[in-house]
């Protein structure tokens, strides 16, 4: 019996191994969608 909870408990920690995922809640991705980039400013040629 021993034996069998031992095989169970080590196979149920191995299965664990490699698993991913957030550990947190991500925050609202929307509104960092839906922000304006800054401008962006292109250096105007001079013109002789």
């Known amino acids: ?3 069998i909870v031992a095989i169970l408990l080590l196979t149920l920690l191995l299965a664990g ?4 995922g957030d550990l947190y809640l991500p925050e609202d991705e929307d509104d960092n969608a839906r922000a304006d980039p800054a401008p962006v400013s292109v250096p105007q ?4």
Not at 45 to 48: D, F, G, N, Q, V
């Open 1 to 3: 019996m021993c034996r």
């Open 17 to 20: 191994c490699g698993q991913k």
């Open 45 to 48: 040629k001079e013109t002789a």
